[in-house]
């Protein structure tokens, strides 16, 4: 009968640092809330839309 060794340490596999990964989504949330929170304000400082930025109101 042959028996299997198991391997004693695991490797340490790194995260990539593009593609899906958890890094990357908490990047691009952090980013959109920060871009959200500008319109806001540049909006309310303005008392104009993005409507009105873009010439469609």
Known sequence: MIS???P????KIE???FGFNEYAER???RAAMIGFL???VI???????????L???
Do not use: A, M
């Open 15 to 17: 995260e990539p640092k």
């Open 38 to 40: 500008l319109l806001v």
């Open 27 to 29: 990047l691009n949330g």
């Open 43 to 53: 909006e309310y400082i303005t008392d104009q839309g993005i409507l009105s930025w």
């Open 55 to 57: 010439g469609l109101k």
């Open 8 to 11: 004693s340490v695991t490797p």
């Open 4 to 6: 299997e060794t198991k």
